[in-house]
């Protein structure tokens, strides 16, 4: 079952290079082959959850071969319960995605293409067990994303690609800073990129010299790491590229960038710069906590004054990455489980307004609550939209963190996790959870009751196909909010094990 792995992993690529093969003009032909590719990724990330140990914290699926003999630099995959989640999350989000966009007509061929590499390349960094791997699959990333941006995008999508593209490539440099730093503490050895043999606090005693001045190595390049982490999540205050990248994009690449990208960053927490530097990130989760917090109550209070309903989501994805934050600060066992499963549920719960978003824009054409001129872009949605108006009171409540939705149980986890550390915290986050439910509802309100905009008249209900595409999602919210374990199962092995080495400092 080892090669499970590998097929999730390279099954993108191949059914990109069949789209590269295919003529142009056979369009329905590159939509289907991008959906089966898509389909049988899925398929095989849920076989791989069924066949997941979960009993223990070790990588399973592994596969090591040699690569860059020379540097020891090797091809290096495997998943733990933590990445498992993310597989999952990011097969089902790209599926989702294809049949979302179905009614692409601009440049077919390279849309799906670059959609099957982006998707190549997250599983690649969730996968990667090896450094140089890891910062490849990083850097690769960004290609398809600037290009799926800057040429599907809005009208200002050349700035929101390059400031997308510009502030990622800003963190990424330091990240490799950090790696070279490791590669030679490490004393240039067979496991000098092994991202797991750094793990485990080896490099809490070692000095190093910068600018004739020694600092500890373990402090300096925990802040190297952070850095390039924080701007994908984004973190309060790198994250201003955030808003832009989202209205500008087309839905799917929304969803994406929503869903699964921005978890990257967070991922990159657990899997690198808390196990490898553990006593940093303890004597530093006070100010983690803080920027954690910020985000929460700054990116609520931004969603608030939004006119654009795209950007008031975006904006509280910041608020609720800002939750994220928060738990992984907690470093207690309910915190981080808490992060790690708001991880997962933010991913479906903000597809879900980003599917809904787009499906009303192509109707529309606008995404005004209330237009620049004052007058009202949306109203009395609700009489006209019956199935769109239950799915998206589904996915807003969902975000909102309503008790039997997904979003509930992982906050709930979060505060349990952080009160007794930072109870002041926990009390200043929880205006974050208002606010939150002040802008969705007061939102919903704007959009789906009051009079009817004339405008809406011709507008059509969700037909089967958007539908069909939204059903998977509406699932997860609705049994993950009431039955969460067999997310928490996977996970909690690992979570542990975390756990219990950051307690030992």
């Known amino acids: 079952m080892n090669g499970i792995l590998n097929w999730i992993l390279w099954l993108p690529i191949i059914g990109m290079v069949g789209i590269i093969l295919t003529p142009k003009a056979k369009e329905n032909?590159?939509?289907?082959?991008?959906?089966?590719?898509?389909?049988?990724?899925l398929i095989l990330s849920i076989l791989l959850y069924l066949k997941f140990d979960t009993s223990t914290a070790d990588m399973q699926f592994v596969t090591k071969l040699p690569w860059i003999s020379q540097f020891h630099i090797n091809y290096f995959i495997g998943i733990d319960g933590i990445t498992m989640l993310m597989t999952f999350l990011n097969a089902l989000l790209f599926f989702?995605?294809?049949l979302s966009s179905w009614t692409v007509t601009k440049n077919i061929k390279a849309y799906f293409a670059l959609l099957l590499m982006l998707q190549s390349t997250v599983f690649g960094v969730f996968f990667s067990l090896d450094f140089f791997l890891f910062y490849v699959y990083w850097e690769v990333m960004l290609l398809p994303m600037f290009f799926l941006i800057g040429i599907w995008?809005?009208?200002?999508?050349?700035y929101a690609a390059i400031k997308f593209f510009l502030y990622t490539f800003f963190g990424s440099i330091f990240m490799l800073v950090g790696i070279i730093a490791l590669y030679y503490a490490s004393g240039k050895g067979v496991d000098s990129f092994n991202i797991l043999a750094h793990q485990g606090g080896k490099f809490t005693e070692l000095q190093v010299n910068v600018f004739g001045k020694d600092f500890s190595f373990e402090h300096l390049f925990f802040w190297f790491m952070f850095l390039g982490f924080a701007i994908k999540v984004p973190v309060f205050p790198f994250h201003t590229w955030l808003p832009h990248a989202h209205v500008q994009a087309p839905t799917a690449v929304s969803v994406i960038l929503a869903g699964v990208l921005l978890k990257m960053g967070t991922y990159g927490f657990l899997r690198i710069a808390f196990p490898i530097f553990p006593q940093a990130a303890v004597e530093y989760s006070t100010i983690i906590a803080v920027l954690g917090?910020?985000?929460?109550?700054?990116?609520?209070?931004?969603?608030?004054?939004?006119?654009?309903?795209?950007?008031?989501?975006?904006?509280?994805?910041?608020?609720?990455?800002?939750?994220?934050?928060?738990?992984?600060?907690?470093?207690?066992?309910?915190?981080?489980?808490?992060?790690?499963?708001?991880?997962?549920?933010?991913?479906?719960?903000?597809?879900?307004?980003?599917?809904?978003?787009?499906?009303?824009?192509?109707r529309s054409h606008h995404r005004w609550i209330v237009k620049p001129d004052g007058?009202?872009?949306?109203?009395?949605?609700?009489?006209?939209l019956p199935k769109y108006t239950t799915v998206f009171i589904i996915g807003m409540f969902a975000s909102l963190g309503l008790p039997g939705l997904s979003g509930f149980i992982s906050e709930a986890l979060i505060f349990l996790g952080i009160y007794e550390k930072f109870t002041t915290i926990t009390?200043?986050?929880?205006?974050?959870?208002?606010?939150?439910?002040?802008?969705?509802?007061?939102?919903?309100?704007?959009?789906?009751?009051?009079?009817v905009n004339p405008e809406t008249e011709d507008y059509e209900d969700m037909n089967a196909r958007e539908v069909f595409y939204?059903?998977?999602?509406?699932?997860?919210?609705?049994?993950?909010?009431?039955?969460?374990?067999?997310?928490?199962?996977?996970?909690?092995?690992?979570?542990?094990?975390?756990?219990d080495l950051l307690s030992k400092y």
């Not at 032909?29 to 990724?41: F, K």
Request: hydrophobic content about 50%; overall charge positive; charged content about 10%.
């Open 470 to 499: 939204m059903i998977p999602l509406c699932i997860c919210v609705i049994v993950f909010g009431i039955f969460p374990s067999p997310l928490l199962n996977v996970m909690k092995a690992s979570v542990g094990q975390l756990v």
């Open 427 to 451: 009390v200043i986050a929880v205006v974050g959870l208002l606010i939150g439910a002040a802008y969705l509802l007061w939102m919903f309100k704007r959009m789906f009751f009051g009079e």
């Open 153 to 158: 995008g809005g009208e200002n999508r050349e």
């Open 29 to 41: 032909v590159i939509r289907m082959m991008t959906l089966v590719t898509t389909s049988i990724t």
């Open 96 to 98: 989702i995605c294809t």
């Open 375 to 384: 007058s009202k872009g949306y109203g009395g949605l609700s009489t006209k």
């Open 293 to 362: 917090l910020i985000s929460v109550i700054y990116g609520a209070f931004c969603a608030m004054a939004q006119d654009d309903v795209k950007k008031l989501i975006a904006y509280s994805s910041v608020s609720h990455m800002g939750f994220v934050m928060l738990g992984l600060s907690a470093m207690t066992t309910q915190g981080m489980n808490g992060a790690v499963l708001q991880m997962f549920n933010h991913g479906t719960s903000t597809a879900m307004m980003f599917l809904l978003i787009g499906i009303l824009y192509e």
